[in-house]
DNA sequence: AATGCGGGGTC
DNA sequence: GACCCAGCATT
């Protein structure tokens, strides 16, 4: 391959077509950085509005630093992997007490904050500070895999290094932030996972998979094992015109998010005997079963969930929670002032004000 | 090196 | 339905 000439048409087609992003009007590193945390595994389209209300209400390190964690979490609600935006906060407050608000500018200090790793590294210091370090995203790896005929599965985490020694042999440091940008362009409007457009595609000339005729033979992946689906039951346990929420720990799956309490239904067991239970078990609550409400589907990354939603209401007790590590009694129109997952978001804007109004 | 971690778009 | 996505932390 001509390199020079691969990365001349690469820039160029770039410079004529590239999305007009709203992270493409800045060069402000701290901006880039959130625009990187939010595209972790989540497609453009779906992170443009997040993006433009975050940057609104947190437009520096130090209006981040300054919120609490439910609060950044309430404008990240629906955007997915949480952990992303609990270490962006964490990271924020680092940068605010230990570097006087400023993100470091030498790459391995700004690598170590939390929520930092290789990609974002590479992407905001390319395209920040024009750092000569070359991005491996999903993208870059599918252009790559093609570019070169690479065997290398593509979704087996960790084995990066071929894709790493094939990317340095294209790199073009002289313009690294540009270079990286093409590339992870190029594999989103051109170079797409399905039905590449190699008709249009600037450097088709210098593919290998393209002169082959071999396209849709690659990228390699490995296969992924089915999804197991569990069967859920929730319950919104109504106390005069309040219900009852609580709160998840703060790490692992859905950390820090508000929920109404549940669980697991049990081999043999009916759906309002497993709401009753799940319900005393997780709040210490004796309740009575009101009414089904309404079954929702979810989908996660590793299981599915069918998910039974059943209105309660409160007999006795006092609150003892298991997993849970705080609860509120709120009322119907409070609920927006929390952050939920999307599966109670399936529901909870359809529940009546009080239960006896439905039964 | 392997696993957990969301949600939405697309085909 | 299955696949894919501007990955990181933990073990």
Redesign the pocket.
Same mark, same amino acid.
């Given at each position: 391959m001509k390199i020079p000439e691969f990365q001349k048409s690469l820039t160029d087609w770039f410079d004529a077509n590239k999305?007009d992003?709203p992270?493409?009007k800045t060069r402000d590193p701290y901006r880039i950085w959130v625009?990187?945390?939010m *595209?972790?595994?989540?497609?453009?389209?779906?992170v443009i509005p997040f993006y433009e209300r975050f940057l609104e209400i947190f437009p520096d390190i130090s209006s981040l630093a300054a919120s609490s964690v439910e609060s950044v979490l309430k404008q990240w609600?629906?955007?997915?992997?949480?952990?992303?935006v609990r270490?962006l906060h964490r990271a924020a407050r680092i940068v605010f007490e230990q570097y006087q608000g400023k993100i470091p500018r030498e790459y391995e200090a700004f690598r170590k *904050?939390?929520?930092?790793?290789?990609?974002?590294?590479?992407?905001v210091t390319s395209i920040a500070y024009q750092f000569t370090v070359p991005?491996i995203?999903?993208?870059?790896?599918?252009v790559l895999s093609r570019l070169f005929e690479l065997t290398q599965p593509?979704?087996?985490?960790?084995?990066k290094k071929i894709f790493q020694d094939a990317v340095e042999e294209i790199f073009d440091a002289s313009q690294p932030g540009k270079f990286n940008?093409s590339m992870?362009?190029l594999?989103?409007l051109i170079c797409r996972?399905?039905?590449p457009d190699c008709g249009q595609c600037p450097v088709s000339k210098h593919c290998l998979a393209c002169i082959d005729g071999k396209v849709n033979r690659f990228?390699k992946?490995t296969?992924?094992p089915?999804?197991p689906e569990y069967h859920i039951v929730v319950g919104v346990i109504y106390r005069e015109d309040k219900v009852l929420i609580t709160l998840r720990k703060s790490?692992? *799956? *859905?950390?820090g998010?508000w929920e109404f309490p549940g669980g697991k239904v049990n081999k043999g067991e009916t759906t309002e005997a497993a709401c009753l239970r799940e319900v005393f078990e997780e709040t210490g609550l004796t309740v009575e079963m009101g009414s089904f409400f309404k079954t929702v589907?979810?989908?996660?990354?590793?299981?599915?969930i069918l998910m039974d939603v059943f209105l309660c209401r409160f007999v006795s007790g006092d609150i003892r929670l298991n997993s849970a590590v705080d609860f509120k009694w709120i009322r119907i129109a409070e609920l927006g002032d929390f952050p939920?997952?999307?599966?109670n978001?399936k529901f909870m804007h359809e529940l009546p004000m009080r239960l006896d109004n439905c039964l």
């Open positions: 999305r992003l992270w493409r625009s990187e945390s *595209l972790q595994q989540t497609q453009v389209n779906t609600e629906g955007l997915g992997y949480y952990g992303r270490n *904050l939390p929520g930092v790793g290789e990609y974002i590294a590479a992407a991005v995203d999903g993208n870059v790896k599918r593509v979704n087996d985490a960790g084995k940008e992870m362009e594999g989103a996972p399905n039905q990228p992946k296969q992924k089915a999804v790490d692992g *799956l *859905l950390g998010l589907k979810h989908a996660y990354t590793h299981f599915k939920f997952p999307g599966s978001h």
